[in-house]
């Protein structure tokens, strides 16, 4: 059997051993959740340098171009800002880990956070799985991406930004990519792979670009002048580093991109090609996001870059090269960016959704969880879509950006403490139940790194800012994103509470599972009424739930 490596372990109780297994083997752990799938009939399409490709595609996204001018904003000054980026690396590689670690117990499951939640927290019944469906699922980032396209689509060719124009060419682009991922998964990930070398040759030419601005072989003026008093202007305010340090994570969100097609990943060790591709995505992406920053300080004015909002890459290229070259690369960078990022994250987003359905949690469980008519989740997909749309129109256009970020990030910060506190759990309950080690150990610095960055960005976002309530990264009240946040997992927990505690005990049932086998292969889980009453089993025995027929 593989070998751990020899860590600390003052978070679990287990001795040390030599022996170690997968979690995936216990018939109890896999009862729970979505039925594990032997033969995925999505296939097994993902290598390494797919999954590689795919992190990157997914963490490369319009966030390196658009946030670095309002987290600059936030924090006040050059020194805190790109210390920001180093810690926002420091914290990702420590979350990294503790995914790793729980993606060791679970080989065979695609879902990265709902089946690492759901197994460490199966009581209350279908809780996580429900809470997941109306969150994670829900607060789709691909509207960030889409929205930030528009923008920089306007802005590029001197078009006046309305409203509707950004919201006609945000969908545009969304009909785009899911058209895409509905056809074909491996011509996604071809695409993906493309799409991801000319992102990455993007982010390089800006790192060589601001080190010819900073050898003084461009026309900026003064390219050290930000940097002689890096910490003028830093501000200490508790919610502005939380905004800012929200938005840097924002950034590098997606290291777990493969971890969430694991179970399509192909080759006699998924767990450990999934591992080297987040280090090595994770790793380049650091590299690129610090050096381009420094780009960004060394070609623009501090004040130009404060109140850049999401136009740091044009204000940037504008610096270096004047208007006219600036017009003509960057559409195509931005475009590259966005679309590969969106259709990575839909492919992510598509399988979290379909494991989710497989449960039995969803409406119409069997119609989400069926590969028809393509070998691909076009159900899912198509509902992302949806969803997708009606964030992106739903805000006011000026704000759309800041808020959808924030709204998306806070309820994962929330779920982030659980997943840390699920290393815990899971390690020693293997101990209890006799069952050996994970293949991969996280290190404990990592667990609690990630717990702490979580705690912290659960808690800071409701310190007020500096100016006053309205004076966050929006023009309404500061907090807002928080609240929503937690009336989209109190909404969940209410529809928890009526359909699998109320109702039943007012019916006189019990609701139990079913494992079904659909046309393609796919297994999933159904939800049944069991009713107490002995007439009624003599009747209707089971009378399918979510809006199926009755047997």
Same mark, same amino acid.
């Given at each position: 059997m593989?070998?751990?490596?020899?860590?600390?372990?003052?978070?679990?109780?287990?001795?040390?051993s030599?022996?170690y297994?997968l979690?995936?083997?216990?018939?109890?752990?896999?009862?729970?959740?979505?039925?594990?799938?032997m033969?995925?009939?999505?296939?097994?399409? $993902?290598?390494? %340098?797919s999954? $590689?490709f795919?992190?990157?595609?997914?963490?490369i996204?319009?966030?390196?171009?658009s946030?670095?001018?309002s987290?600059?904003k936030?924090?006040?000054?050059?020194?805190?800002f790109?210390i920001l980026?180093?810690?926002?690396?420091?914290?990702?590689?420590?979350g990294?880990?503790?995914?790793?670690?729980?993606?060791?117990?679970?080989?065979?499951?695609s879902?990265?956070e $709902?089946?690492?939640?759901?197994q460490a927290?199966p009581?209350p019944?279908?809780?996580? %799985?429900?809470?997941?469906?109306?969150t994670?699922?829900?607060?789709?980032?691909?509207?960030?991406?889409?929205?930030?396209?528009a923008?920089?689509?306007l802005?590029?060719?001197?078009?006046?930004?309305?409203?509707f124009?950004?919201?006609?060419?945000?969908?545009?682009?969304?009909?785009?990519?899911?058209?895409?991922?509905?056809?074909s998964?491996?011509?996604?990930?071809r695409?993906?792979?493309?799409?991801?070398?000319?992102?990455?040759?993007?982010l390089?030419?800006?790192?060589?670009?601001?080190?010819?601005?900073?050898?003084?072989?461009?026309?900026?003026?003064?390219?050290?002048?930000?940097?002689?008093?890096?910490?003028e202007?830093?501000?200490?305010?508790?919610?502005a580093?939380?905004?800012?340090?929200?938005k840097v994570?924002?950034?590098f969100?997606?290291?777990?991109?493969?971890?969430?097609?694991?179970?399509?990943?192909?080759?006699?060790?998924?767990v450990?090609?999934?591992?080297?591709?987040g280090y090595?995505?994770?790793?380049?992406?650091?590299?690129?996001?610090?050096?381009?920053?420094?780009?960004y300080?060394?070609?623009i004015?501090?004040?130009?870059?404060?109140?850049?909002?999401q136009?740091?890459?044009?204000?940037?290229?504008?610096?270096?090269?004047?208007?006219?070259l600036a017009?003509k690369l960057?559409?195509i960078?931005?475009?590259c960016?966005?679309?590969?990022n969106?259709?990575a994250?839909?492919i992510?987003?598509?399988?979290?959704?379909?494991?989710?359905?497989?449960?039995?949690i969803?409406?119409?469980?069997n119609f989400?969880?069926?590969?028809?008519?393509?070998g691909?989740?076009?159900?899912?997909?198509?509902?992302?879509?949806?969803?997708?749309v009606?964030?992106?129109?739903?805000? %006011?256009?000026?704000d759309?950006?800041?808020?959808l970020?924030?709204?998306?990030?806070?309820p994962?910060?929330?779920?982030?403490?659980?997943?840390?506190a699920?290393?815990?759990?899971l390690?020693r309950?293997?101990?209890r139940?006799?069952?050996?080690?994970?293949p991969?150990?996280?290190?404990?610095?990592?667990?609690?790194?990630?717990?702490?960055r979580s705690?912290l960005?659960s808690?800071?976002?409701?310190?007020?800012p500096?100016?006053?309530?309205n004076?966050?990264?929006v023009s309404f009240w500061?907090a807002?994103?928080?609240?929503?946040?937690?009336?989209?997992?109190?909404?969940?927990?209410?529809?928890?509470y009526?359909w699998i505690?109320l109702?039943?005990?007012?019916g006189?049932?019990?609701?139990?599972?079913?494992v079904?086998?659909?046309?393609?292969?796919?297994?999933?889980?159904?939800l049944v009424?069991?009713?107490?009453d002995?007439?009624m089993?003599d009747?209707?025995?089971?009378?399918?739930l979510?809006?199926?027929?009755?047997?």
């Amino acid at each position: 059997m593989a070998t751990a490596p020899s860590r600390s372990n003052f978070l679990s109780e287990e001795p040390e051993s030599e022996e170690y297994a997968l979690a995936d083997d216990s018939e109890e752990f896999d009862a729970l959740g979505a039925p594990v799938e032997m033969h995925n009939p999505l296939g097994h399409d $993902v290598g390494f %340098p797919s999954a $590689v490709f795919l992190n990157l595609s997914q963490m490369i996204g319009v966030g390196i171009y658009s946030t670095s001018g309002s987290i600059l904003k936030s924090v006040g000054s050059i020194g805190v800002f790109l210390i920001l980026w180093l810690v926002g690396a420091i914290i990702s590689f420590a979350g990294l880990d503790v995914y790793n670690e729980l993606t060791s117990m679970f080989p065979k499951r695609s879902g990265a956070e $709902v089946v690492y939640l759901e197994q460490a927290y199966p009581k209350p019944r279908f809780f996580i %799985p429900t809470i997941s469906a109306m969150t994670i699922v829900l607060l789709s980032t691909t509207a960030v991406n889409c929205i930030v396209f528009a923008q920089y689509m306007l802005d590029t060719f001197n078009i006046a930004h309305t409203a509707f124009r950004q919201n006609v060419l945000a969908v545009g682009i969304a009909t785009f990519a899911t058209a895409i991922c509905c056809g074909s998964t491996k011509w996604s990930l071809r695409l993906v792979n493309v799409f991801t070398f000319v992102k990455v040759a993007t982010l390089v030419f800006f790192t060589l670009t601001g080190a010819c601005v900073l050898a003084g072989w461009t026309s900026v003026p003064d390219p050290l002048a930000n940097f002689h008093d890096p910490f003028e202007g830093s501000s200490a305010n508790g919610n502005a580093i939380a905004t800012a340090l929200v938005k840097v994570t924002y950034t590098f969100s997606g290291w777990a991109g493969a971890n969430e097609v694991l179970a399509e990943v192909k080759g006699k060790d998924p767990v450990r090609t999934v591992r080297r591709a987040g280090y090595t995505s994770l790793g380049i992406v650091s590299v690129l996001y610090f050096f381009v920053n420094i780009a960004y300080v060394a070609a623009i004015p501090k004040e130009t870059l404060r109140s850049s909002g999401q136009l740091a890459a044009s204000a940037f290229m504008r610096a270096v090269f004047g208007d006219a070259l600036a017009m003509k690369l960057l559409p195509i960078m931005i475009a590259c960016s966005c679309v590969g990022n969106i259709v990575a994250v839909t492919i992510g987003q598509a399988r979290i959704l379909r494991e989710v359905s497989r449960q039995g949690i969803m409406p119409f469980a069997n119609f989400f969880s069926s590969t028809k008519p393509w070998g691909t989740p076009v159900a899912p997909i198509l509902f992302k879509y949806v969803i997708t749309v009606i964030i992106m129109v739903a805000p %006011p256009a000026e704000d759309a950006f800041s808020f959808l970020v924030d709204v998306s990030a806070y309820p994962t910060m929330l779920f982030s403490i659980g997943i840390a506190a699920a290393v815990v759990v899971l390690r020693r309950r293997r101990v209890r139940e006799g069952l050996a080690r994970a293949p991969f150990r996280a290190w404990n610095i990592a667990v609690v790194v990630w717990l702490i960055r979580s705690i912290l960005l659960s808690v800071l976002p409701w310190v007020p800012p500096a100016d006053g309530s309205n004076g966050g990264d929006v023009s309404f009240w500061y907090a807002t994103y928080c609240v929503v946040g937690l009336l989209i997992i109190a909404t969940a927990c209410v529809y928890y509470y009526a359909w699998i505690i109320l109702l039943p005990r007012l019916g006189g049932y019990e609701i139990v599972e079913e494992v079904e086998v659909l046309s393609d292969g796919a297994l999933t889980k159904r939800l049944v009424r069991r009713y107490h009453d002995k007439a009624m089993l003599d009747g209707v025995e089971r009378a399918r739930l979510l809006g199926e027929n009755v047997d």
